[in-house]
């Protein structure tokens, strides 16, 4: 009971940054430090220091004890007489860090920052810029837009949401576009890959710099009532496989002005959408010619994975090679170098590269986490549909 009052009080004990940071003095905030696009009040705290630690500061009077939870590791912040509460992380690798406040024992979200779903829950997030990765941020360049939207799935017998991103000047022309199926991974939603991906600052920068064509991105939720992307086997991929197939295409194609055609289609996935990218993808080259798969454990390095035969999940791949590379445009795998499955990925991909499959593998400084995954679409699309 106590926990459940503690949580219904938790932000009567917490003012709100954002308008506590609204002081009638100009804020000093330290030298070289910025404030994340993640923040609500880009005037406030958290800020980013030069180091890339972070410094937070929470006004909480009422309350004893406060925490930062920074991606498992809690930071004890020091309250002042005051009841402003503060501290300083570890450096951060740049990327997107998820977080939660502890107050008290509870855990909730930061008011002073946006909150979004993963690790199968909301949370707050800060975002670490990367020099060199301007890509991944607004430009001045022509925008398109993610739009949302609802489909009928007659796979769960219900409504589902889906977003979809289409380039500058849709609207405005009568072109047909490819499209770019791309899947979440576990614990995310159809949001994943438009808000912590940066769908769209990657493919409205990259078509600007005429590095990839202008195309739709289509994000589905692969959470389906009878148990989501089905596991790493065939079997248990055949209700997303017909979600896929019978009802997303379909509407996208009904509803957008597509070039409805396996040549310019392309599915892609992180970590559980990368099993669905694999299988699916490879499997149904009638529907797709192009493939990426980003971070999967299928290959190893999860506790489910065991002895990966190549020619069981995918018959032809090994004894039918020439026939299987010529049903694939582009086949690429990617993964985090800090990841615990880049071995297993990089050990399947010298088994396929042996027998003469067609496929390109890159690596990107990170663990099981955004960067490598935002990487991982930049360099897919400059590949697709040219």
Not at 145 to 173: E, H, M
Not at 202 to 229: E, Y
Not at 238 to 258: A, G, S, W, Y
Request: glycine residues 10%; contains cysteine; neutral net charge.
């Amino acid at each position: 009971m106590k926990r459940i009052i503690s949580s219904a009080v938790l932000m009567a004990l917490v003012s709100l940054n954002s308008v506590a940071q609204r002081p009638v003095q100009r804020e000093s905030f330290p030298e070289g430090s910025y404030s994340p696009v993640t923040n609500i009040n880009r005037n406030g705290y958290p800020r980013v220091l030069s180091d890339n630690s972070v410094s937070f500061r929470v006004n909480a009077p009422q309350a004893q004890r406060v925490q930062i939870d920074l991606g498992g590791r809690k930071y004890d912040m020091q309250k002042s007489d005051a009841g402003q509460w503060t501290v300083t992380t570890a450096p951060q690798v740049p990327g997107f860090h998820y977080y939660s406040l502890v107050v008290d024992g509870v855990a909730a979200s930061d008011p002073a920052s946006y909150t979004f779903y993963g690790t199968s829950r909301v949370s707050s997030a800060i975002e670490i810029a990367e020099k060199g990765m301007d890509d991944f941020e607004i430009q001045d360049v022509p925008h398109g837009q993610v739009r949302k939207l609802n489909y009928f799935s007659k796979v769960d017998n219900a409504w589902r949401p889906i977003c979809v991103y289409t380039p500058a000047g849709y609207d405005q022309s009568k072109d047909s576009y490819p499209v770019i199926y791309i899947q979440h991974g576990g614990g995310e939603d159809h949001t994943g890959w438009m808000e912590q991906g940066r769908v769209a600052n990657i493919m409205d920068n990259l078509i600007a710099q005429g590095k990839a064509v202008p195309m739709i991105v289509v994000s589905a939720n692969s959470n389906l009532s009878n148990g989501g992307g089905g596991g790493y086997s065939w079997t248990g991929m055949q209700p997303f496989l017909k979600e896929m197939t019978e009802n997303v295409i379909p509407f996208i194609d009904k509803n957008f002005r597509t070039k409805a055609d396996r040549k310019h289609r392309a599915i892609c996935g992180l970590s559980m959408g990368g099993g669905q990218s694999f299988y699916v993808g490879l499997r149904s080259p009638e529907v797709f010619a192009n493939v990426g798969v980003f971070s999967t454990g299928m290959f190893g390095g999860i506790q489910q994975a065991n002895g990966f035969d190549l020619e069981k999940e995918v018959p032809g791949m090994i004894s039918d090679t020439k026939n299987f590379n010529k049903n694939l445009d582009h086949f690429l795998i990617t993964c985090g170098e800090q990841d615990q499955r880049i071995e297993h990925n990089k050990n399947i991909v010298a088994k396929m590269q042996a027998a003469g499959v067609n496929v390109e593998f890159k690596s990107f400084p990170g663990d099981h986490e955004w960067q490598p995954w935002r990487k991982s679409l930049h360099a897919f699309a400059q590949m697709l549909f040219k």
